[in-house]
Structures are given as C-alpha cells and as structure tokens.
C-alpha cells in the first residue's frame, strides 16, 4: 500500500513557523529537522525523542512521521498515531490533519468517521495553505461514508475543541 503523501505536505507546511524567531528549543528542532531531511535519522530522532519529552508538539509529529513512514525507526502506524495524538491535542494542526486521516482507514487506530471528520475539521479551520486544502478533501472523503447524525457529531465535537498545553517548554 502506497504511503499518503500528506506526511510530506504537512512537514513542510509545519516549518514555516519555526524561522519566526530564534530560541535554543526552535534551533533544536530545526536542526533535528535538517537532519531528518538529511537522511540523518538517528541524530534526529534522538533530539525529537527529547523535545517531545519536554511537550514539543512538533517534535511529537515529526516521531510520528518517523514511524509512519518507518524512516530511522521500524514502521509502526500505532505509534506514529500515538505521536501523531500527542501533537494534536496540544493543536498542532500537522498531527491533527495526520492523526484525523489515520482514522478514515484505520491505521493505526480503530477505524473512526467521526472522529476523523473531527479531527480533520479542527486542522482545517487552522487556515494555513496546503494543509487546510488537504484537511478538507480528506474531511470530505471521509463524509461520503457518513451518515448525517455522524457529521453532525463530529462537527459538535470539533467546534468544542481546545488545545491543551502541556509539557515543560511553549512552541
């Protein structure tokens, strides 16, 4: 089965940020982002390993990607959903798109409509170019297998959503 190529889309769409201003965490993942497109996966997934144990959202996203696509790591889609999770809870829109397109065909986790229209709903309304556009073709696809009360649930479920801060450092 032919990886999806949103995993791609979404870490570019995720570094934009990270030049904003400088601070020895964004240098850090930076730099461990350099090295992962490097090919250099083992440093990177040491300093994602240790970002994401001080919170870091997109360090949690990049090891679910790591996993997903097994790159320095054995693929495992249950740990890059778990990683993909951490990083959407805390509103990292990257592991919200990622972790809501697991659930449409269940890698991962549990098959769930619902929560992937959710979830991909909460990514879309982030506004950012690419990944909203994505968001909304995988929300739809996700829709047409759907009955009304599910997307009525979903979307209850997604305008309630709040990002929780957690971990020791802010993004």
């Known amino acids: 089965m032919r ?8 870490i570019g769409l995720f570094l934009w940020p990270v030049c904003l201003w400088p601070s020895p965490v964004r240098a850090d993942f930076a730099n461990a982002v350099v090295a992962y497109d490097q090919g250099k996966f083992n440093p990177a997934r040491t300093e994602f390993r240790g970002l994401a144990q001080r919170g870091h959202a997109g360090a949690e996203f990049m090891l679910g990607a790591m996993y997903f696509y097994g790159k320095g790591v054995q693929r495992n889609d249950a740990l ?15 592991g ?6 697991l659930h449409i065909r269940g890698l991962g986790v549990r098959q769930d409509l619902v929560k992937a229209y959710g979830w991909l709903t909460v990514a879309a309304n982030h506004a950012i170019p690419g990944l909203q556009q994505q968001a909304i073709v995988l929300r739809d696809e996700a829709a047409r297998l ?8 979903a979307q209850r479920w997604a305008s309630s959503f ?10």
């Open 146 to 153: 759907m009955q009304p009360d599910e997307i009525a649930d």
């Open 80 to 94: 890059a959903a778990i990683w993909f999770h951490k990083a959407a809870i805390k509103g990292n829109p990257s």
């Open 96 to 101: 919200q798109l990622a972790f809501g397109s």
């Open 3 to 10: 990886r999806p190529d949103f995993i791609t889309l979404i």
């Open 162 to 171: 709040k990002a929780r801060a957690s971990g020791l450092i802010r993004e």
